[in-house]
């Protein structure tokens, strides 16, 4: 929806407009990634409705480190031959690339370590938006060492091409049936067991 009435803003000339409604879907776009990044976590990392012991500390301190990271980066690398909000443009893109590209490795090698499962479909929605998000990175961080060259073009094409690749996967993998999960890990399985005995040492507590 913001395409074609960006592009009628620019056919009109109304540029003042244009780049109200270019930045505040940029921003709303940015909110919507991480939005999806913290349901991910949500649903991997509380199976049971309460977060994993050292499930949050770990994302918490994780995400803390790659924003940190991330900025720093974002502000080391100067995209050449560019100046005002061209070039704020360029950071910005490559800051919210490089932090949700974060977030998605940090909740992956953490259900990893903690054996967590993945269920089917929000496995597939992990698995499209961080192919898109790689190469999202990956473009952003070109556009920021060559600027706007001859391979920003090019560059861009491709990152639409992967998006669009990244739906037509969402949509196939959402159409089918989701399988049974798989078995739960002893170590969740032992988790769950400990969760059930204090809930039930609690409520005998305070009945006493």
Not at 53 to 62: E, P, S
Not at 84 to 91: A, Q
Not at 93 to 110: G, K, P, R, V
Request: hydrophobic share 50%; aromatic share 14%; proline share 4%.
């Amino acid at each position: 929806m913001e395409t074609p009435i960006l592009y009628a803003l620019y056919s009109h000339h109304s540029h003042l407009w244009y780049a109200r409604l270019y930045w505040a879907g940029a921003l709303i776009d940015f909110a919507f990634q991480l939005g999806i990044v913290f349901e991910v976590a949500r649903i991997v990392m509380k199976p049971t409705g309460t977060w994993m012991r050292d499930a949050r500390r770990q994302f918490l301190i994780g995400g803390a480190g790659g924003l940190l990271l991330a900025a720093g980066l974002t502000w080391w690398l100067v995209p050449p031959g560019t100046h005002g909000l061209e070039r704020l443009e360029m950071k910005g893109n490559l800051f919210a690339a490089f932090l949700i590209c974060e977030l998605f490795l940090l909740i992956s090698s953490t259900a990893r370590k903690m054996g967590l499962g993945w269920r089917n479909h929000v496995l597939a929605v992990a698995q499209g938006f961080g192919a898109w998000i790689i190469v999202s990175l990956a473009s952003e961080a070109l556009h920021g060492y060559f600027g706007r060259s001859k391979y920003f073009s090019p560059l861009v094409y491709l990152h639409q091409l992967v998006y669009i690749g990244a739906l037509i996967y969402w949509i196939v993998q959402m159409w089918r049936a989701e399988p049974e999960r798989r078995p739960l890990s002893p170590e969740l399985q032992e988790y769950i067991i400990a969760l059930h005995n204090r809930v039930e040492y609690d409520l005998e507590k305070h009945e006493i």
